[in-house]
């Protein structure tokens, strides 16, 4: 990917980058399924169902790309960052990968 080359240095970008691509990959924070007793989904939820397919072709051309580009060398440099405001992207590290391991089955 251009961006994880270009900007291996500048964690600033890094960070930002792996939130956007977090939130390509699953933008529903929280549970997709409702219990019955929750059948008024928030408004999120309820989108997030209606273009599910749509969103699963998008999180595969994520993967696709994150696999041809070094995803494990960008991914590291993430997860090892210290600074106070690095636990968000750490997260969407995290998310990325669940993401990534739900679509391989």
């Known amino acids: 990917m251009y961006i994880t080359k270009n900007y291996f240095d500048n964690l ?3 960070k930002l980058f792996v939130q956007v691509l977090s939130a390509f990959m699953h933008p529903v924070y929280g549970d997709i399924e409702c219990f019955p007793w929750k059948r008024d989904c928030s ?4 989108e997030y ?3 599910a397919t749509m969103l699963e072709c998008v999180r595969q ?3 696709n790309s994150l696999l041809e580009s070094d ?3 960008f991914f590291e440099k993430i997860l090892t960052l210290m600074e106070e405001g690095a636990l968000l ?3 969407s590290v995290c998310r990325i ?3 990534a391991i739900r679509q391989s089955k």
């Open 12 to 14: 600033n970008v890094l």
């Open 43 to 46: 408004p999120g939820v309820q």
């Open 49 to 51: 169902k209606e273009c």
């Open 61 to 63: 051309t994520i993967i």
């Open 71 to 73: 995803c494990g060398g």
């Open 89 to 91: 992207p750490k997260i």
């Open 97 to 99: 990968t669940l993401q």
